[in-house]
């Protein structure tokens, strides 16, 4: 059994609590995690609060931490199989996906990085004579990072990166589901030479780590990835310390198909917007709104793609579905897909846990069409799609919109003038056309309604880990008259 620490300021610490962690396709403790109390909260705030005003990183040039970004990129990279191996084992996430992405992740650190120079103040032209005026940015504070479980080193490096960049510290709590990675992820921080107290990586459960976390009074902002419920208990603890917030919540994005489109090239995407990852990404494609006269055609092509997908081993490189992450989210994936069927939705494929061991759940497919079912409303966070059809533009648009949610979207049309209609009208942060999934370090994606506020990635990512400061100036030897000398 292996076992794992948290590393807060500069030191790897077994904590004084312990808990188990499962390995999702046998069900199995395979790992020890350390649990950090609010002791340990306490430890890890201070830390980030002293190495933000302290030398060295307080005297450190924006240039010199990109340098250490790079350093730091260049580790991710050098152990991204390593990481991935972890992921998967802890989480379930499939290794051909957790390669590919943690690789990928590299690349984030390596653009923040780069932008680390590059966040800069202004000059102002101001309405008054003998007076120069700027504004300059600073690190907003001490950052708590509040992270889940799936995908979680690539939803740390669009926090961790940025707030770097802009020269804050901050303590990163990783999900009590599968923080092996992260935890890791600590031990390549600290090769790459950032000071104690810069990064404090620690696991945890909410009473006890997380809300202690996020009400802590030196706790100057909260970048959170999570779900809308846990999103509101983070807001209510930041009314203690009046911390700012970016929250990147889940989705029920919509995937509208035009009957004019390539349906072959929708459908390989469809199964990638919500079979990949097991459809536990909060980008999932999991609403298809498809034009009623392909509809029948569209589907029959799904449930082909949907029953050919190699469910296994998720260290299996042939595998390309794993198991869910948790029993709970296994249960939760099943109760919802039987209270639909009963409220009218027709099964297509799938829909039933297989026998054996695992939080394993087949690709489903539910058509929706005429009924109220609850899973075109609620996120099943699993690999279950639900569809709708549609006869015109303006009911595609309708149906895209009928949700609390808005983070992402995906139109498949051949028509031009129809897509660029639709990016305007349809209330997501992220539209894709003719592609789905696709992401960049040098793209910001975020949320609109139930998915939250704020932006990750791209340099408006780095900004909002800032504060302006004006400065005045002024800049004439005249002694300033005495303000109440009548003149």
Same mark, same amino acid.
């Given at each position: 059994m292996?076992r ?7 030191e ?9 962690s499962i390995?999702p396709?046998?069900?199995?403790v395979?790992?020890?995690m350390p649990?950090a109390r609010?002791?340990?909260v ?11 005003y302290a030398a060295?990183?307080a005297?450190m040039?924006?240039?010199q931490?990109?340098?250490l970004l790079?350093r ?13 191996e972890l ?8 290794i051909r996906?957790?390669?590919?992405q943690?690789a990928?992740?590299?690349d984030?650190y390596?653009?923040?990085a ?13 309405d ?6 700027w504004?300059?940015r600073e690190?907003?504070?001490v ?12 939803l740390?490096a669009?926090?961790?990166?940025p ?5 804050c510290?901050?303590v ?5 589901d599968?923080?092996a990675p992260?935890l %890791?992820?600590?031990?390549l921080?600290h090769?790459?030479?950032f ?14 780590c997380?809300?202690?976390l996020?009400r ?9 990835t999570?779900?809308p419920?846990?999103?509101?208990h983070?807001i209510?603890?930041s009314? %203690?310390?009046l911390a700012?917030t970016?929250?990147?919540?889940g ?5 509208i198909?035009f009957a ?17 990852a097991?459809g536990?990404s909060?980008?999932a494609?999991?609403?298809l ?5 392909v ?11 949907a ?7 998720p260290?299996?490189m042939?595998?390309e579905?794993?198991?869910?992450a948790?029993?709970?989210q ?11 069927i ?5 099964l297509?494929?799938?829909?039933q846990?297989?026998?054996g061991?695992g939080?394993?759940f ?5 058509d ?10 609620e ?5 279950v799609?639900s569809?709708v059809?549609?006869?015109t533009?303006? %009911? ?8 609390r949610?808005g983070?992402?979207?995906g139109?498949f049309t051949?028509?031009l003038t129809?897509a660029?209609?639709?990016m ?7 539209v ?5 999934r696709a ?7 975020g ?8 932006r990750e ?6 900004l909002d ?6 400065i ?7 002694p300033?008259?005495?303000p109440f000398v009548?003149r």
């Amino acid at each position: 059994m292996q076992r794992f620490q948290y590393y807060i300021d500069g030191e790897f610490l077994d904590g004084e609590a312990r808990f188990q962690s499962i390995d999702p396709a046998t069900g199995d403790v395979w790992a020890e995690m350390p649990e950090a109390r609010e002791a340990d909260v306490d430890r890890a705030v201070d830390a980030a609060e002293k190495a933000l005003y302290a030398a060295p990183w307080a005297k450190m040039t924006a240039t010199q931490r990109g340098k250490l970004l790079y350093r730091l990129s260049d580790l991710v990279a050098a152990n991204a199989q390593k990481l991935a191996e972890l992921e998967t084992r802890d989480t379930g996430k499939i290794i051909r996906e957790t390669s590919a992405q943690i690789a990928y992740v590299a690349d984030y650190y390596r653009y923040y990085a780069g932008i680390a120079d590059k966040i800069e103040g202004s000059y102002l032209p101001i309405d008054k004579p003998d007076m120069d005026v700027w504004l300059r940015r600073e690190p907003v504070g001490v950052v708590a990072m509040v992270v889940p479980w799936n995908s979680q080193l690539f939803l740390s490096a669009v926090k961790i990166g940025p707030a770097l960049a802009a020269g804050c510290t901050m303590v990163v709590k990783a999900s009590e589901d599968g923080p092996a990675p992260s935890l %890791e992820f600590a031990r390549l921080v600290h090769e790459a030479g950032f000071p104690a107290g810069v990064v404090n990586i620690i696991t945890g459960f909410g009473p006890s780590c997380g809300a202690a976390l996020g009400r802590h009074p030196k706790v100057a902002h909260i970048a959170f990835t999570g779900g809308p419920e846990t999103a509101r208990h983070v807001i209510r603890n930041s009314a %203690e310390n009046l911390a700012s917030t970016s929250l990147e919540l889940g989705g029920k994005s919509p995937f509208i198909v035009f009957a004019d489109a390539d349906l072959e090239s929708a459908a390989n995407a469809q199964v990638a917007g919500i079979f990949a990852a097991t459809g536990q990404s909060c980008v999932a494609g999991s609403r298809l709104i498809v034009e009623a006269s392909v509809k029948e055609a569209f589907l029959s092509i799904l449930k082909r793609k949907a029953e050919a997908i190699r469910i296994g081993s998720p260290l299996d490189m042939a595998t390309e579905v794993g198991p869910l992450a948790t029993r709970r989210q296994q249960d939760h994936v099943a109760a919802l897909v039987e209270t639909s069927i009963r409220s009218g939705a027709r099964l297509i494929t799938g829909g039933q846990k297989p026998d054996g061991v695992g939080y394993y759940f087949p690709p489903t497919i539910l058509d929706c069409d005429g009924v109220n079912s609850p899973s075109l409303a609620e996120e099943f966070f699993g690999p279950v799609l639900s569809v709708v059809s549609f006869e015109t533009e303006a %009911e595609a648009l309708r149906l895209a919109n009928d949700t609390r949610y808005g983070l992402a979207s995906g139109v498949f049309t051949q028509n031009l003038t129809r897509a660029h209609r639709l990016m305007k009208g349809i209330r997501a942060g992220v539209v894709w056309v003719n592609t789905y999934r696709a992401v960049s370090p040098i793209a910001p994606f975020g949320g609109f309604g139930l998915s939250g506020h704020g932006r990750e990635g791209g340099l408006v990512a780095a900004l909002d880990y800032t504060r302006t400061k004006t400065i005045w100036l002024r800049t004439s030897d005249d002694p300033i008259p005495d303000p109440f000398v009548m003149r």
